[in-house]
């Protein structure tokens, strides 16, 4: 066995649970644990079980991790009468101690998907052990050309016609049919302010720490089109030297392909790696 898994308790009175994952024959220290934030509603384990590939592969690797259910996610019960930035910032400080004590103050690294993204971001501003930040599809603002890139993408793009045809062909139901009423994507999300992402980036750098930011084609649709449109937006000094952006326009935003989770596997890891003064075995 490479790896212990064992449950942890934390926060509201006990009640809030993680899985931590152990390397079976821990390193030497300073240590460096990541930190899985849920993606929107979804349990630990995280889309498509990502959390949990990638918390084993790390551990095989030599660096250890813990994915949990934030209050009224998965297993743990709701804070009541808290917003949901009171409510994460309250898990996380129940959670840092308990990461002090079992691993001799770590390193951090912050990994999340969508809103798990968006609570990483602003979580990483104030905490000094906060060395690295993994985001997938993380907000970002539009720069000037998005507009023009977004019109020429989709009026030169052959499924929109053949999916239009479709539906004009589709004769079942056609009088009645009423689209169901959705919520617009980013209206689901506690998006951090701007300026905050800026002031979080900036803060990881002078830890001497790295970010990754992944895009998918959830971000395409919404916000991002265009590879280092980030750095762009952010103008934040030395970004190149401790920021790193992908661009995966044909990955869906939980990432169903397997060769994208392998692609991101190894990113995750060299980024860890890195972090951990390469003590990491890729």
């Not at 929107?40 to 949990?52: E, M, N, S």
């Not at 996380?92 to 390193?107: G, H, N, T, V």
């Not at 392909?257 to 991101?264: M, P, S, V």
């Amino acid at each position: 066995m490479q790896y212990l898994e064992m449950p942890i308790l934390f926060g509201n009175g006990g009640r809030l649970l993680g899985i931590a994952t152990i390397p079976a024959e821990q390193a030497e220290s300073p240590l460096t644990v990541v930190l899985f934030l849920n993606a929107g509603l979804a349990h630990r384990v995280g889309p498509r079980r990502i959390h949990v590939t990638l918390a084993r592969r790390l551990a095989v690797a030599g660096v250890a991790s813990l994915r949990v259910d934030l209050s009224g996610k998965g297993d743990s019960p709701v804070r009541d009468g808290l917003s949901n930035q009171q409510s994460v910032a309250a898990d996380y400080a129940a959670i840092r101690p308990i990461l002090d004590d079992r691993f001799k103050s770590p390193k951090l690294v912050l990994f999340g998907i969508c809103s798990g993204a968006d609570n990483a971001v602003r979580l990483a501003i104030d905490d000094d052990a906060v060395h690295g930040l993994i985001l997938l599809d993380p907000i970002s603002p539009k720069d000037p050309g998005w507009g023009r890139r977004d019109y020429m993408r989709r009026y030169t793009d052959p499924k929109r016609y053949a999916n239009r045809l479709k539906k004009v062909l589709d004769f079942s139901n056609w009088a009645t049919r009423t689209p169901p009423p959705t919520a617009p994507p980013l209206d689901l999300r506690d998006l951090p302010e701007t300026a905050q992402t800026r002031e979080s980036f900036a803060a990881v750098g002078r830890r001497g720490g790295h970010v990754l930011s992944v895009f998918t084609s959830y971000a395409r649709d919404l916000y991002y089109n265009r590879l280092g449109q980030l750095e762009r937006v952010l103008h934040l000094e030395a970004y190149a030297s401790f920021c790193e952006e992908r661009y995966w326009p044909e990955t869906d935003h939980t990432f169903s392909r397997e060769e994208d989770r392998k692609r991101l596997q190894a990113d995750v890891v060299a980024l860890v790696a890195r972090t951990d003064g390469s003590r990491a075995r890729i």
